[in-house]
């Protein structure tokens, strides 16, 4: 293995860094640097609040979650033999939609939204997970169908929540589904999950690898590749679900992400994974800070803005791709 | 000595028989041919040989021990296998690929180290692949992807080689590389090869062991010289198969029409 695939991550990790700093400058006050620096000194200070209670708390809120996407996408990919998976493919977010909507409908306390979210999470988890078991040995296809048809589901409820719910909560509804990191308050446990998830992916990358060339070839290479999948499920669905209980589902990120990485880095995943970490929180922070100054005082949930950079960016390298072959 | 052995092995794949009560020793230094008519079930057998299906009844054993309690690693440092078709879908290149066939040998933590990448390197050598170390897969013509997946065989480097088509896609000179290298492995390295083979007279060079099967369960198996002959290929293909007497032994070739039922030797 060459140095240029470490470097990269280590320049994607600073510039990582960089841009918790930049988001933390820039905004309805703008800070110079110098002006930043006495604001890090100064937490009790009137701009040292907006950076320390405001900003800063968001930027790393924002990559964060575009991390846990970004891997729980790469994941997908791999499970599922697709590179067009993406972390919400199987109905792990349109679970977790479904019980946060309907949470906001009966109008439970904000503060404990995020608890609804995570549950609805696992109860789609579990509901692919045992529905798409059955009987016989593992089957990519069933767990596919399983996880559309459960998502599209999903998607029927929370049509119905909208259509039916309050007016007035319609508006929060609406921002909560683009996904927005306006409210996210990362305690330790996403950095937790975001760790010990990334810590067990690595030490299976090379298996990941294998499993890449087809489920038969990874058995031939000596997996056990039933507890392997299964494994690698509910590891992704894990990560989506922090994801979506901090921010909501927000697009394009898991899908875009782990392929702009396989494009620069080759498909490795002991390089792709923790470079398509990088990457994701990278690609947020900068998503959410164009989100809340772009239009001005208006803020803009993230979503909008991964989807408009996202898309002309995925047909680009669809385009890309067809021209290479 | 034996490395892989059926005992009393009944196959089928969607209720049709492949193979009844088949009892077969496979030993160090042998080459053995699968022939048998599209459908027949060749591909079957070579999973169920490889613990990929689970055979109806009988069991299969791997040196001294039986292959249902190894776990997968166990079987893959001993057995590999060619599958019949080889599609990459993601990225990658052809060294990354072969080096997946160190996969079985290394620990979970542990990465390739030099000494794998020069047998790496060496089998793209010996496939012909040589120059193509840095290529992505997903450019690779069907006959070069073919010889990757055999290189990557060859770098896993188990004493059970079972191979499906192997020479599938491949030119002439391709085809005696291919089926070259198998034999060096098998003489020199004391390895067993089972061979899925169509062309009757790669398999009249090559093999040292033939196995046919006929349909509806039923099999041949033994020496090369005394299983291919002009009656026992006719009733294996239905077709009519001339003997051809070379300098370097029989060979044989179909004459009359395909669609022609051949009656002599069908039972």
């Known amino acids: 293995m060459s140095a240029h695939p470490r470097l990269l991550i280590i320049a994607l990790a600073i510039l990582s860094v960089f841009s918790l700093v930049f988001s933390s400058a820039v905004g309805s006050v703008a800070l110079s640097p110098s002006e930043w620096l006495e604001a890090i000194k100064h937490p009790d200070s009137a701009t040292g609040e907006v950076v320390w209670r405001l900003r800063l708390p968001r930027a790393w809120a924002a990559w964060l979650v575009g991390a846990l996407l970004a891997m729980s996408g790469c994941l997908m990919q791999v499970l599922l033999r697709n590179p067009l998976a993406d972390p919400y493919i199987l109905g792990v977010s349109g679970g977790a939609a479904f019980a946060t909507l309907l949470g906001m409908t009966i109008g439970i306390s904000a503060g404990f939204l995020p608890i609804l979210t995570i549950g609805g999470a696992f109860l789609a988890i579990l509901l692919v997970f045992s529905l798409a078991r059955g009987e016989g040995p593992w089957s990519g296809t069933r767990l596919l169908l399983t996880g559309v048809v459960t998502a599209s589901g999903w998607a029927a409820l929370i049509s119905l929540i909208l259509a039916l719910g309050p007016d007035n909560s319609l508006r929060g509804m609406l921002f909560w589904l683009l996904g927005d990191v306006s409210h996210a308050t990362p305690g330790l446990a996403p950095l937790a999950v975001l760790l010990v998830v990334l810590g067990v992916v690595i030490l299976m990358a090379r298996s990941l690898n294998v499993l890449a060339m087809g489920e038969t070839t990874a058995r031939l290479l000596g997996e056990n590749t039933e507890r392997l999948l299964w494994l690698i499920y509910l590891l992704a669905s894990l990560l989506t679900a922090t994801a979506v209980s901090l921010a909501g589902p927000v697009g394009f990120v898991g899908l875009i992400v782990p392929h702009l990485t396989r494009m620069l880095l080759g498909a490795d995943h002991r390089v792709l994974v923790p470079a398509a970490v990088m990457f994701g929180g990278l690609f947020l922070v900068v998503s959410d800070t164009l989100a809340r100054t772009i239009l001005a005082p208006r803020q803009l949930p993230v979503g909008v803005v991964t989807a408009v950079l996202g898309v002309p960016l995925f047909l680009l390298l669809l385009n890309r791709a067809k021209l290479k072959s | ?267």
């Open chain 2, 1 to 267: 000595m034996s490395l892989l052995s059926c005992h009393d092995l009944d196959v089928s794949v969607a209720d049709i028989p492949v193979a009844r009560e088949l009892n077969l020793q496979l030993r160090e230094g042998e080459f053995w041919g699968l022939l048998g008519s599209n459908g027949i079930g060749k591909t079957t057998l070579l999973k169920c040989m490889a613990g990929l299906l689970a055979p109806d009844a009988g069991t299969i054993g791997i040196e001294s021990r039986s292959m249902h309690e190894m776990s997968r690693k166990e079987i893959a440092q001993r057995l590999g296998m060619l599958q019949q078709h080889t599609v990459y879908l993601f990225d990658s290149s052809a060294l990354q690929i072969a080096l997946t066939g160190r996969h079985p040998h290394l620990k979970r933590w542990s990465r390739e180290g030099n000494q794998d990448i020069i047998l790496a390197q060496a089998a793209l050598d010996a496939v012909g692949l040589g120059d193509f170390s840095n290529r992505e897969v997903t450019t690779l013509s069907g006959g070069e992807a073919r010889r990757l997946a055999f290189a990557s065989l060859v770098v896993q480097d188990p004493e059970i080689m079972l191979l499906d088509e192997p020479t599938n896609h491949l030119d002439l000179r391709h085809q005696l590389r291919i089926m070259d290298i198998a034999t060096q492995l098998v003489s020199g390295r004391n390895k067993v090869v089972v061979s899925a083979l169509h062309d009757v007279n790669l398999a009249a060079r090559y093999c040292s062991h033939i196995l046919m099967l006929f349909g509806n369960g039923q099999w041949q198996a033994g020496a090369c010289s005394e299983m291919l002959n002009g009656p026992s290929l006719e009733r294996l293909y239905g077709c009519k198969v001339e003997a051809v007497e070379t300098s370097h032994g029989p060979r044989f070739h179909p004459v009359g029409r395909g669609s022609e039922e051949v009656s002599s030797g069908s039972s």
